[in-house]
């Protein structure tokens, strides 16, 4: 059974031209003109894209007293339904602090619900034998990432020599270290500033998290970075004094990758201050929202290729969730939304404003995500033999983003109102159609497999070079072979 996409533009990372897609089975099989195939999908007048993958995103995830309302199955189908196709999801680590109970934990969730293809990230909350030990059980089990939180002091955040210690096990296992970057510990004394001066409201959120905070704590990530050996990906960057800091280790030869979110380029911290309580407080995230010299500064960066890729860190909490901290901010569920509306808003925003070429768009929301997570090109590009995980994006077809029309289960959306003038006519998931503007029919949940991430093949080779040789400060500084471009 073989599927043909007719009649679009193929737009890759790369470059665009007139081609149609062969499909067969869940696979690539070739990209050219005038092909057949016993189904044909229409792509006249649209692009023919990769599939978006998201790189951070908290489906059912237990955090701040409660959990996460999306699920693996309306989080999944959600995406599909913005040309999203795979997603990467953050497992946290259970009471018992195993992280291989956690995947495990994870994979029982997920499994059953999942509509597109997920991977995860590992989350590192503190430092043990148990942990040194399992890190390598993670990466066997296909998970080559973890991320460390310097924020959420008292529960999640781990201090300086913990995560020295786990950046450098993840140049032994080859697998790559992620940070939040903010001050934990400034933060937390400027919660209980705040709340001191009667400050109670979401506005106390921004005023406790400054963009210096989240700089610093970029700075010391990288460094401690450095001295590992390791590369580095900081998640939802927000600010021009993270983005600085990751510009310059870049100059320096370091591998340092930087995430924007799309609410980070296109939300402001005015939102913080608006009147209605609800509204600002479904706003409330770590980094919270800044000015527009910041937003200026995470453009320019996917322009200049500084910043990398665009996530959401999709962490939805409802209007009665967000409402735990009514009377003090800092009990407020931290998270927003964007996992459905990431690629309308970035080409509404970006490509059609001219901020971004259509090939950097494919690049920040797919390409370059797989390159940088080592799935590369499974998923992440148009090739023969590739995932057919392919979007007939079309960026005639406009609609108005509703919480009345969206496919998460939240009652707000922090995009309510905008006009969107791109959407997915058709999103294919292994070939498989899962979405089709106009039908709204969600695939068989279950149908989505977990995607295993290989640890950086290189990573070995290179750490026994760097240990031979005495000083050339390259060697040092990069033994681990992340996919070179980006
Ligand atoms: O506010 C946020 N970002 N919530 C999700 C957890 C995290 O820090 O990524
Ligand atoms: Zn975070
Ligand atoms: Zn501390
Ligand atoms: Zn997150």
Same mark, same amino acid.
């Given at each position: 059974?073989?599927?043909?996409?007719?009649?679009?533009?193929?737009?890759?990372?790369?470059?665009?031209?007139?081609?149609?897609?062969?499909?067969?089975?869940?696979?690539?099989?070739?990209?050219?003109?005038?092909?057949?195939?016993?189904?044909?999908?229409?792509?006249?007048?649209?692009?023919?894209?990769?599939?978006?993958?998201?790189?951070?995103?908290?489906?059912?995830?237990?955090?701040?007293?409660?959990?996460?309302? &999306?699920?693996?199955?309306?989080?999944?189908?959600?995406?599909?339904?913005?040309?999203?196709?795979?997603?990467?999801?953050?497992?946290?680590?259970?009471?018992?602090?195993? *992280?291989?109970?956690?995947?495990?934990?994870?994979?029982?969730?997920?499994?059953?619900?999942?509509?597109?293809?997920?991977?995860?990230?590992?989350?590192?909350?503190?430092?043990?034998?148990?942990?040194?030990?399992?890190?390598?059980?993670?990466?066997?089990?296909?998970?080559?990432?973890?991320?460390?939180?310097?924020?959420?002091?008292?529960?999640?955040?781990?201090?300086?020599?913990?995560?020295?210690?786990?950046?450098?096990?993840?140049?032994?296992?080859?697998?790559?270290?992620?940070?939040?970057?903010?001050?934990?510990?400034?933060?937390?004394?400027?919660?209980?500033?705040?709340?001191?001066?009667?400050?109670?409201?979401?506005?106390?959120?921004?005023?406790?998290?400054?963009?210096?905070?989240?700089?610093?704590?970029?700075?010391?990530?990288?460094?401690?970075?450095?001295?590992?050996?390791?590369?580095?990906?900081?998640?939802?960057?927000?600010?021009?004094?993270?983005?600085?800091?990751? %510009? %310059?280790?870049?100059?320096?030869?370091?591998?340092?990758?930087?995430?924007?979110?799309?609410?980070?380029?296109?939300?402001?911290?005015? &939102?913080?201050?608006?009147?209605? +309580?609800?509204?600002?407080?479904? %706003?409330?995230?770590?980094?919270?929202?800044?000015?527009?010299?910041?937003?200026?500064?995470? +453009?320019?960066?996917?322009?200049?290729?500084?910043?990398?890729?665009?996530?959401?860190?999709?962490?939805?909490?409802?209007?009665?969730?967000?409402?735990?901290?009514?009377?003090?901010?800092?009990?407020?569920?931290?998270?927003?939304?964007? *996992?459905?509306?990431?690629?309308?808003?970035?080409?509404?925003?970006?490509?059609?404003?001219?901020?971004?070429?259509?090939?950097?768009?494919?690049?920040?929301?797919?390409?370059?995500?797989?390159?940088?997570?080592?799935?590369?090109?499974?998923?992440?590009?148009?090739?023969?033999?590739?995932?057919?995980?392919?979007?007939?994006?079309?960026?005639?077809?406009?609609?108005?983003?509703?919480?009345?029309?969206?496919?998460?289960?939240?009652?707000?959306?922090?995009?309510?109102?905008?006009?969107?003038?791109?959407?997915?006519?058709?999103?294919?998931?292994?070939?498989?159609?899962? +979405?089709?503007?106009?039908?709204?029919?969600?695939?068989?949940?279950?149908?989505?497999?977990?995607?295993?991430?290989?640890?950086?093949?290189? =990573?070995?080779? =290179?750490?026994?070079?760097?240990?031979?040789?005495?000083?050339?400060?390259?060697?040092?500084?990069?033994?681990?072979?992340?996919?070179?471009?980006?």
């Amino acid at each position: 059974m073989t599927k043909v996409i007719k009649g679009g533009t193929v737009l890759t990372a790369d470059r665009q031209w007139k081609a149609d897609v062969l499909i067969e089975g869940e696979t690539i099989k070739q990209i050219g003109e005038n092909l057949k195939g016993d189904e044909v999908i229409d792509a006249e007048g649209a692009y023919v894209i990769p599939g978006g993958i998201d790189p951070h995103t908290h489906l059912e995830m237990p955090f701040m007293g409660t959990t996460a309302a &999306e699920t693996f199955e309306s989080g999944t189908w959600a995406a599909a339904t913005g040309g999203t196709t795979m997603l990467v999801d953050f497992c946290l680590p259970g009471e018992d602090g195993s *992280i291989k109970n956690a995947i495990n934990e994870w994979h029982r969730k997920s499994a059953p619900q999942i509509c597109s293809d997920i991977g995860y990230h590992m989350a590192i909350t503190g430092w043990n034998e148990t942990i040194f030990t399992e890190m390598k059980d993670a990466v066997d089990m296909g998970v080559n990432s973890f991320k460390h939180f310097m924020a959420y002091k008292g529960a999640l955040m781990v201090e300086d020599d913990e995560m020295f210690a786990s950046f450098k096990r993840c140049r032994e296992l080859g697998a790559l270290p992620m940070v939040h970057a903010e001050n934990g510990d400034l933060v937390a004394d400027m919660q209980a500033d705040m709340l001191a001066k009667g400050i109670t409201g979401p506005e106390g959120h921004a005023y406790s998290r400054p963009p210096e905070f989240e700089g610093e704590a970029a700075n010391r990530a990288i460094t401690i970075a450095d001295a590992a050996g390791t590369p580095l990906y900081i998640v939802h960057v927000s600010c021009e004094q993270a983005h600085e800091a990751i %510009r %310059r280790a870049r100059q320096k030869g370091m591998r340092v990758y930087g995430e924007p979110l799309i609410q980070f380029l296109t939300l402001d911290e005015s &939102e913080y201050f608006n009147k209605d +309580w609800d509204h600002a407080a479904r %706003r409330v995230m770590s980094p919270p929202f800044r000015s527009k010299d910041h937003q200026d500064s995470l +453009w320019a960066g996917l322009q200049a290729g500084s910043l990398q890729v665009v996530a959401t860190d999709h962490a939805a909490f409802t209007t009665e969730q967000k409402r735990m901290g009514v009377d003090d901010f800092t009990k407020i569920p931290n998270g927003s939304n964007g *996992i459905e509306e990431r690629l309308a808003v970035l080409w509404t925003k970006g490509v059609e404003t001219g901020r971004l070429t259509p090939e950097e768009f494919v690049a920040v929301t797919s390409t370059n995500v797989a390159k940088i997570l080592n799935i590369y090109p499974k998923k992440g590009a148009l090739v023969e033999g590739a995932d057919a995980d392919i979007v007939v994006w079309d960026p005639k077809l406009s609609k108005t983003i509703s919480p009345t029309t969206h496919h998460s289960v939240l009652d707000y959306n922090v995009f309510e109102g905008w006009e969107v003038t791109a959407q997915a006519r058709h999103t294919l998931s292994r070939g498989e159609v899962i +979405w089709s503007w106009g039908k709204n029919s969600q695939p068989q949940p279950g149908r989505g497999r977990f995607v295993p991430r290989p640890a950086f093949s290189s =990573a070995a080779k =290179a750490l026994s070079q760097w240990k031979e040789l005495t000083a050339p400060k390259q060697v040092k500084r990069d033994p681990m072979n992340i996919p070179a471009g980006i």
